[in-house]
């Protein structure tokens, strides 16, 4: 037996939840990678171009899927739900990359983690999931770790501040609606359906405030939209799997992989409340992860 084969063979042993916290983990760690990136080319190019661009570029990684689709995966599909995910996640994609190009990548990722709290609570309210206690407990523990790292009434409130708490939300519906979506239909089709309706979405604001890419801008682009949609790919798989509300406190690990990179390529040096935050954020995931093992 090779070592993929056992690796994969143990991976299944264990329980949906956990392969799907797994999954979000490394999306977790894709989306860091990816956000560096949107952090470097935002500086120079429209947020908003940046991020029409994303899922543009995007849309030919999905070509292999695209491809795959047949009839029947079109008689399936719920094209209206789909419609309504991709605008609310252009709205809240485009909020996100603007917020990028102001403020620290750490600050982004934290501000992003109060749409957890929205889908955990929506997940039980729409979606009939039975929240444990220990969830809500893990939930509420890795947001206020977020809030030591921003410190509220103690730093000045950025406009890209103020577009985060407008994103945060926006990706908790879109989180709900995936959950919903792929009861019926694959991964891969959910993230296409994306693809297409967020490129049209924001394909108008970017067309006011375009400018021609360089080359290195063209190549960092083209790098941006494939870890994005690889990353794209590992979430959905983990929201397939596992309980939205398991999966909301792995979310948190995202905001130690970006505080790493952003001290490693921006020269962003985390302080004190920064790391105390991240630490409280990696314990309240590592607890709920071992819970689920456990069970």
Not at 73 to 82: C, K, P, S, T, Y
Request: aromatic share 10%; charged share 10%; net charge positive.
């Amino acid at each position: 037996m090779s070592v993929v084969t056992e690796i994969r063979s143990r991976f299944e042993k264990v329980s949906p939840n956990v392969q799907g916290m797994l999954w979000m983990a490394l999306a977790g760690l894709i989306f860091a990678s990816f956000t560096a990136i949107v952090r470097h080319v935002g500086t120079s190019l429209n947020p908003i171009q940046v991020a029409f661009m994303r899922y543009a570029l995007g849309l030919v990684f999905m070509l292999p899927f695209f491809l795959q689709i047949n009839l029947a995966d079109f008689r399936v599909a719920r094209l209206g739900l789909h419609g309504i995910r991709g605008v609310l996640h252009a709205a809240g994609v485009m909020c996100w990359f603007y917020a990028m190009a102001h403020i620290p990548i750490a600050e982004v990722t934290a501000m992003g983690f109060t749409a957890p709290v929205f889908a955990t609570i929506g997940a039980a309210l729409f979606l009939g999931e039975k929240v444990r206690t220990r969830r809500i407990i893990a939930v509420v523990v890795g947001l206020l770790g977020a809030v030591v790292i921003l410190r509220p009434g103690f730093a000045e409130i950025h406009p890209g501040a103020i577009a985060m708490l407008f994103a945060a939300p926006m990706f908790a519906v879109t989180d709900l609606i995936a959950k919903v979506l792929t009861r019926r239909e694959s991964g891969p089709a959910v993230v296409a359906y994306l693809s297409v309706v967020v490129t049209l979405t924001t394909l108008g604001p970017a067309l006011y405030v375009w400018r021609a890419p360089s080359a290195e801008e063209w190549l960092l682009l083209i790098t941006t939209a494939g870890l994005a949609t690889l990353g794209h790919l590992c979430m959905i798989q983990g929201v397939k799997l596992a309980e939205v509300s398991a999966l909301q406190p792995v979310k948190f690990l995202q905001l130690f992989w970006a505080a790493l990179i952003g001290f490693l390529v921006f020269a962003e040096i985390p302080g004190l409340w920064t790391w105390v935050g991240s630490a409280i954020i990696v314990g309240s995931a590592t607890y709920i992860a071992r819970r689920e093992a456990m069970r």
